[in-house]
Structures are given as C-alpha cells and as structure tokens.
Nanobody, 128 residues
C-alpha cells in the first residue's frame, strides 16, 4: 500500500533551521509530484511548496520564498523541505502530499484539493 511518512519536525528557535523529510513507499513518489503543506491551530491548511517529478521544477508560497527549499531524491523515494530563517508564523503540522502532475505550469500545485495522498504530518514548533 502506497504511503507517505514525514519526519524531521521539532522545536527550533526563531531564525533557526529544520530539514523535513517525506519518505514514500509503494512507489508513490515514482511519478508523482510532491508538495508540502502546513496547518497551524485554528488556521486552514496552507500550501508551502511543491516539486514536479519530471524536471524538479518547484513552486513556493510567497511567505516562504527565499527561506525554504524543496528537493527530492527519487532513488531514495524521498522528498525534503529545508527550512531556514524560521519565523513565528512558520510553526504548525507539516504534511507532505503527492499526486500526478500537480506542480505544473497549468496547475496551482499549492492547493490541498489537488492532492489525494497524504502523510500523517510532523510538528514544527518555534520558541525562543
């Protein structure tokens, strides 16, 4: 059964960095585009970044541009989100998601309804 599992969350100080990982099983990452979403308490789930399976092209939410970097390693069945310069607005549960051809020019790629496969999430907390 195809699954996604996130890891790498934790507690970090403002300005710090974390690297999240998303490992896929069952071939789910072979041909699918991957996205990272986050959800803070009382807020809607927000698309953070996505990366295409075809050429590794990526999109970012304006709130994280220049600070976050998405990548994927198909040989490791994994995707990553390097988060730098973490701010008080960044905490929440971070989810990875996958679906076919979602992070493309003719798609938004950062809307949750575009993705059918989801991980369970990993918590990111920011505290001085």
């Amino acid at each position: 059964q195809a699954q996604l599992k996130e890891s790498g969350g934790g507690l970090v100080q403002p300005g710090g960095s974390l690297r999240l990982s998303c490992r896929g099983s069952g071939g789910i990452l072979d041909y699918n585009d991957i996205a990272w979403f986050r959800q803070a308490p009382g807020k809607e789930r927000e698309g953070v970044s996505c990366i295409a399976s075809s050429d590794g092209s990526a999109k970012y939410a304006d709130s994280v541009k220049g600070r976050f970097i998405i990548s994927r390693d198909n040989s490791m069945n994994s995707a990553y989100l390097q988060m730098n310069g973490l701010k008080p607005d960044d905490p929440g549960v971070y989810y990875c998601a996958a679906d076919f051809m979602t992070c493309r020019e003719n798609r938004n790629g950062l809307e949750s309804h575009e993705y059918r496969s989801w991980g369970q999430g990993t918590q990111v907390t920011i505290s001085p």
